[in-house]
């Protein structure tokens, strides 16, 4: 017996699977990979080029300032015309730049800052009064530092000293 349908017509063919439901989903898919992958290669981009050259611009920039304000506080410190003097001053220093720790060293009556990324590094000569005799000691970022004066054999001493010691 052939099966009828409700209506009384005759048999009918199965109809075709509809696809139109799929094509909103495999464009959404397809719009949505894209997008990922847009965002994954900017970011590639920016981090594999473009933030660290603007990461180490900015740690030039901090690691100038930092070494000019260092001198700055070390010529300060120095009386122009004594010749037997004793001072103690702290100075402030950023605990990186970079994101790295650093050294500042004393040598031939200037400054150096010594820096993992050598681009950062950089010196300046120190403006001292003739009663100076030498320059001598290193500051580590993290650590108090402390420019010291005080008579020597030949004229004053400057010494950058790290911690609290006396």
């Not at 719009?31 to 981009?45: K, R």
């Not at 500051?139 to 420019?147: K, N, Y």
């Amino acid at each position: 017996m052939a099966s009828r349908n409700p209506a009384g017509r005759g048999r009918t063919e199965p109809r075709p699977i509809d696809d139109r439901a799929v094509s909103p989903l495999v464009g959404k898919a397809m719009e949505a990979s894209l997008v990922v992958l847009y965002i994954g290669l900017l970011t590639a981009t920016l981090y594999g080029n473009v933030v660290p050259e603007y990461r180490t611009a900015a740690g030039v920039e901090v690691g100038e300032r930092v070494l000019s304000k260092s001198a700055e506080r070390v010529q300060q410190s120095v009386p122009t015309d004594a010749i037997a003097v004793r001072v103690r001053a702290r100075v402030s220093l950023p605990d990186t730049i970079r994101g790295r720790t650093y050294e500042i060293r004393a040598g031939n009556r200037s400054l150096s800052l010594v820096h993992p990324n050598e681009r950062v590094e950089t010196t300046v000569e120190l403006t001292l009064p003739g009663s100076v005799d030498g320059v001598r000691g290193t500051w580590s970022s993290g650590t108090p530092a402390t420019v010291v004066v005080r008579p020597g054999p030949d004229g004053l001493i400057v010494e950058l000293r790290r911690g609290d010691r006396r």
